[in-house]
């Protein structure tokens, strides 16, 4: 199959899955195939898929990771703090590494908003539909939301990285607490933890609970790097942990607490 011809049977097979969707028409360019595909998927809830559609899929998200870019976790320069700690500003979603974080919220399975801009929803988009069925599975085992603070792993499907690190950060809507501090803190160690125990050496974390979670971007900076520093202090089997931001002022602070 040609690349149009997969956006065709993956959109034609999303909306016989669900009716609903039935009067869309698939657009001609690729960029709108491709938004039509992730809307399509991103509003897909967590039922079985057969494996010719994972198969198709598959090879689609394979060639749009391999034209945005791979960018190798080996290859980035370490901070003067600590030779294993690393800042990188760019989209996780191109980071080769054994692992990256998600910021996801309580009930574990992405956004559902159409191409919302969440680090969760592009995560999920460039995953695949197997990300949101492996997570429900976890959240139906456990029988609750997922606890804020702490966190799971699954595979990366379709990402560069081997594995996805899923943690829920603290929702502010009003003054910050110590609590919240905490449970900040909660989801840098559970990550980290996390790792060591998959015997995982390198970890890319985003801004946790920055975005739409509101925490101020410098406190939960001094307190993603304070609680790596603690956990590395303790910890060799963790090799490299990447900050990764996104915007500019995210940058500029993490670039000054990352001086010796």
Known sequence: MSKEEQARYLIQSLIKDMPEYGGVEIPEGEAE???LIRSLMNVRPPRPVSQSFLEVQNAYLSQMVKQRGIIDCHGLIPSDLDERIFLWQGDITRLKADAVVNAANSAL???FIPCHSCIDNMIHSLAGVQLRLECNEIMCEQ???EPTGSAKI???YNLPCRYILHTVGPVISGPLRRKDCELLSGCYRSCLELAAENHL???AF????TGVFHFPQEIAAEIAVKTVCRFLE????VKQVIFNVFTDKDKEIYKELLKK
Do not use: A, D, F, V
């Open 143 to 145: 029988g609750h939301e």
């Open 154 to 156: 699954t595979p990366g």
């Open 234 to 237: 303790g910890n060799s089997s």
């Open 206 to 209: 985003c801004c946790i609970s």
């Open 201 to 203: 050496e390198s970890i």
């Open 109 to 111: 399975l992405g956004c």
């Open 33 to 35: 195939q491709w938004r």
